[in-house]
């Protein structure tokens, strides 16, 4: 007897699991984004700060307040220059890729939530940076001083290098889906804005990640910081708002019939 066709069965389909997608998105972004050019700028950014405390250390007495030598370096090097540089690469080069060559457009078109889609992106990138960087202050402390930890700065920096590196990521994450010169814009932002014009006017301070950092780090340091700037709680909301922001305007990004214009 012949089943009608009307009267086959649907297939069944189970409910999309999301940390099972998740997975394999963020395998996914690392499979678009992992090269040896990638890795080779990485490392090199990781290894600079162990590479300065490795002279400090090799002086001996003639290198000076060690304080004053990590503070310096943690500021400049892997607050200013590592942390902010390895975001941008992880946080734009995935969905760059992506909006090029097309695969976005399969992966929009799954059941998966658009949301998850840039919150999965959002915490391969964040995790990866703020890890590696919190590895490299870690690292450098070492090296520099061992296991005395001066007036608690290593620690302190390996906490705010690790917020930095989930709030560059969230910013270079959104920058990504708006602009398909994301890359550009975000050096414009960590050279310019960040490097040249938070360091001039004070009210910039409010709008600069970097700052950000430092003001989550000064309350962990014995002493505290000079208070000028922006807050620890002010740059926690902040950081919060542009994560969930991020995760918004992402979703809604990816919302856009024609796949062409994301990132445009």
Excluded at 41 to 48: E, F
Excluded at 173 to 182: K, P
């Amino acid at each position: 007897m012949t089943v009608p066709v009307s009267m086959t069965p649907a297939p069944a389909f189970g409910r999309v699991s999301l940390m099972r997608t998740a997975l394999v998105l963020m395998r996914l972004a690392w499979a678009r984004t992992g090269s040896w050019l990638l890795l080779l700028g990485v490392s090199a950014l990781l290894l600079l700060p162990v590479l300065f405390s490795l002279i400090f250390a090799s002086r001996g007495a003639l290198s000076g307040d060690p304080v004053d030598f990590l503070l310096a370096r943690y500021d400049t090097i892997v607050s200013g220059l590592a942390t902010p540089l390895i975001a941008l690469l992880l946080g734009t080069s995935a969905f760059s890729a992506e909006t090029d060559d097309g695969t976005l457009l399969y992966i929009v078109t799954t059941t998966t939530p658009r949301w998850w889609i840039v919150s999965a992106r959002l915490l391969f990138a964040a995790l990866l940076t703020g890890v590696l960087a919190s590895l490299s202050v870690l690292a450098s402390g070492f090296v520099a001083v061992g296991l005395s930890n001066p007036e608690g700065i290593v620690t302190a920096f390996s906490v705010a290098v690790f917020y930095g590196g989930v709030t560059y990521s969230a910013l270079f994450t959104m920058l990504a889906l708006l602009t398909r010169r994301s890359l550009v814009m975000g050096l414009v932002y960590v050279l310019f804005w960040e490097g040249a014009l938070s360091e001039t006017f004070q009210a910039i301070q409010f709008l600069s990640v970097r700052k950000w950092m430092t003001a989550v780090a000064e309350p962990l340091i014995a002493g505290g910081g000079d208070g000028v700037g922006p807050s620890a709680t002010y740059a926690l909301i902040a950081a919060a708002v542009v994560v969930v922001l991020t995760v918004y305007v992402g979703g809604r990004r990816l919302h856009e019939p024609r796949m062409g214009r994301i990132g445009s």
